[in-house]
T-cell receptor, first 114, second 115 residues
Framework: KAGVTQTPRYLIKTRGQQVTLSCSPISGHRSVSWYQQTPGQGLQFLFEYFSETQRNKGNFPGRFSGRQFSNSRSEMNVSTLELGDSALYLC?????????????FGPGTRLTVT | AQKVTQAQTEISVVEKEDVTLDCVYETRDTTYYLFWYKQPPSGELVFLIRRNSFDEQNEISGRYSWNFQKSTSSFNFTITASQVVDSAVYFCALSEAGGSEKLVFGKGTKLTVNP
């Protein structure tokens, strides 16, 4: 079974630009979560989508948004990029059942804002 | 509020030593789940174990073992006879029961195993 894939793997953008990152979950997984990882703040939850609906959102400004498509693929968008948005963005998918299952993570997208 | 504390920022050991990574959590829920993930230098988080709040049984998987104690809100991870390939950052995470899959992570412990 293929794992979680994320594209692109690396991205360099300029302040003020916007960026879209893509995530394809493991086949059959309907929940997709996004996390931001930085050296200072560690791993922080951005948002989670399940069946095309946002189920939860972390404490990030409105410049961060996302969506999920009917095939469970997800995208996240960051508008008006700031230097502090430089980070590793990780996507995770999970199989939603009655219990909490483990999330499987993709390799991440390394975003550098200059 | 949920919180996970990994007090050890970095640990360095020599190969074949045993090492324990500490994890202390805070939650008001009675039903919750605890996880350990490994992040090697490649960057991808690798799932190691999941434990729910009703299962305090310790678990052993090869050289890895986990000690879950609700009384002290701890979920510690021990690697026996460490190897160089164990070098990575290890994260402990908490997820409360409910409609969201959200994970709250600790800051991680960087383990370096020297030959």
């Amino acid at each position: 079974k293929a794992g979680v894939t994320q594209t692109p793997r690396y991205l360099i953008k300029t302040r003020g630009q916007q960026v879209t990152l893509s995530c394809s979950p493991i086949s059959g997984h309907r929940s997709v979560s996004w996390y931001q990882q930085t050296p200072g703040q560690g791993l922080q939850f951005l948002f989670e989508y399940f069946s095309e609906t946002q189920r939860n959102k972390g404490n990030f400004p409105g410049r961060f948004s996302g969506r999920q498509f009917s095939n469970s693929r997800s995208e996240m968008n960051v508008s008006t990029l700031e230097l502090g948005d430089s980070a590793l963005y990780l996507c995770a998918s999970s199989l939603v059942t009655g219990a909490r299952n483990e999330q499987y993570f993709g390799p991440g997208t390394r975003l550098t804002v200059t | 509020a949920q919180k996970v504390t990994q007090a050890q920022t970095e640990i360095s050991v020599v190969e074949k030593e045993d090492v324990t990574l500490d994890c202390v959590y805070e939650t008001r829920d009675t039903t919750y789940y605890l996880f350990w993930y490994k992040q090697p230098p490649s960057g991808e988080l690798v799932f190691l174990i999941r434990r729910n709040s009703f299962d305090e049984q310790n678990e052993i998987s090869g050289r890895y073992s986990w000690n879950f104690q609700k009384s002290t809100s701890s979920f510690n991870f021990t690697i026996t006879a460490s190897q160089v390939v164990d070098s990575a950052v290890y994260f402990c995470a908490l997820s409360e029961a409910g409609g969201s899959e959200k994970l709250v992570f600790g800051k991680g412990t960087k383990l370096t195993v020297n030959p």
